[in-house]
């Protein structure tokens, strides 16, 4: 249940206070959440979240904030892996998958990329952290497909994101994991030139909590 109390619990952790905060707006969006979803998911009264967080569009843009650290620190940790580029680019794909279709009651796709992008018509700072989102995206996947041997490292990276961010719409359209997966092993076999295989479950690196 909700905290109603006056101020912080004890036990009050920021960074959980955002992914609960950013599971809710990844399921109804900047508009369609209330203070009172938001107090409901993170159980903390609207006071504590205006006291830890600012207003309803900073805390919004706070959750955009902590999945872009999040994802580039995972894209950095995959660069530690050394997998050969056909089985690295399907374990981005279908790791994205894996997050497009976790934490909620149905797919809902990715916090950024679903969300952010119908605020950003309306609002120039969300734009700009979608804008460095996908900048971000497409530099550490560029550099991920260089390490692994791609021909042409800018063009496949901005594909890969490309596809994440076409992964992440379809999820929230409906269509079913096993179609997704397809389509990612298809585009990794294409990009790479061969019939790649990751070899084992895909890592959960990309676009989601």
């Known amino acids: 249940m909700p905290v109603r109390g006056r101020g912080r619990p004890r036990s009050f952790d920021p ?7 950013g599971e809710r707006f990844r399921t109804q969006g900047l508009a ?17 979240l205006a006291a830890a967080f600012g207003d309803k569009r900073a805390l919004y843009i706070a959750t955009i904030e902590r999945l872009t650290a999040r994802v580039e620190e995972h ?52 734009r700009a952290r979608l804008s460095a989102f996908i900048a971000m995206q497409d530099r550490r996947i560029t550099g991920l497909l260089a390490a692994a041997g791609s021909p042409a490292p800018e063009a ?5 994101a490309a596809m994440l961010h076409s992964l992440s ?3 929230r359209a409906g269509e079913p994991r096993e179609v997704l997966v ?5 585009a ?20 989601g909590a």
């Open 188 to 207: 990794a076999s294409l990009i790479a030139g061969t019939n790649s295989s990751s070899g084992g479950g895909a890592a959960k690196l990309v676009g």
């Open 182 to 186: 397809d389509l990612a092993k298809d």
């Open 156 to 160: 496949h990276g901005r594909i890969v």
């Open 32 to 48: 369609g959440t209330s203070l009172d979803d938001l107090s409901e998911a993170t159980g903390l009264a609207r006071p504590s």
């Open 169 to 171: 719409v379809r999820a």
């Open 75 to 126: 894209l950095l940790r995959l660069g530690e892996r050394g997998l050969p580029l056909g089985p690295l680019i399907e374990r981005l794909l279908v790791g994205g998958i894996d997050l497009y279709f976790a934490g909620a009651d149905q797919p809902e796709g990715c916090l950024i990329i679903n969300t952010a992008a119908t605020a950003a018509a309306s609002d120039d700072e969300v």
């Open 15 to 21: 960074d959980e206070a955002l992914r609960l905060a």
